[in-house]
């Protein structure tokens, strides 16, 4: 399958290296996109610091904290250009390359695995996953473990039986 052309993909200047190309990112969120059934749609991504995922949360959250992954939907965009269900975009992600290399190091594995496990979080949440509830966190988590095993990662999420939730992840 061809990388979705409607993948756009921004990085901060100063980032270090995930070892992930713009290519990877792209054919690992249109296989998101398309597990998640909008194979039509794309998104855009962000990867940056802390700094700028804090003024992010803010603007948009209220929070004045830095986070690992945010996500805007566009269909849920009151007054956005592209808020019909018929919109090219799903909506756009933004991620702390900071914050996720701080998981992946708290967590026990690679940023490789953790960037895909909050764009997996992320994508889950523009498909209109949330954790809200209890339930509603265990039908998420499933979701995210199903995309992740999509590309090749598993167990990455404690025994859900034993452990209620997962590694934490923001909005």
């Not at 404690?158 to 992840?169: C, F, L, V």
Request: aromatic fraction near 4%; hydrophobic fraction near 35%.
């Amino acid at each position: 399958m061809p990388n979705n052309p409607r993948i756009a993909i921004s990085r901060q200047s100063t980032q270090q290296s995930i070892e992930l190309t713009d290519g990877d990112l792209r054919a690992v969120l249109d296989r998101f996109l398309a597990e998640l059934g909008f194979s039509d749609r794309g998104l855009s991504l962000l990867l940056a610091d802390n700094r700028t995922l804090r003024e992010l949360n803010l603007a948009h959250r209220g929070r004045d904290e830095p986070t690992d992954v945010l996500s805007w939907r566009y269909t849920e965009a009151e007054g956005h250009a592209a808020a019909t269900p018929e919109a090219p975009l799903l909506g756009d992600l933004a991620i702390s390359l900071e914050r996720a290399r701080e998981q992946a190091h708290r967590n026990g594995w690679n940023l490789r695995t953790e960037v895909l496990r909050l764009l997996a979080h992320g994508c889950a949440h523009l498909a209109g996953y949330d954790h809200n509830t209890a339930a509603a966190e265990r039908e998420m988590l499933g979701r995210e473990e199903a995309l992740l095993k999509a590309v090749g990662i598993e167990h990455v999420y404690p025994a859900r039986e034993n452990q209620p939730g997962g590694p934490s992840s923001g909005a």
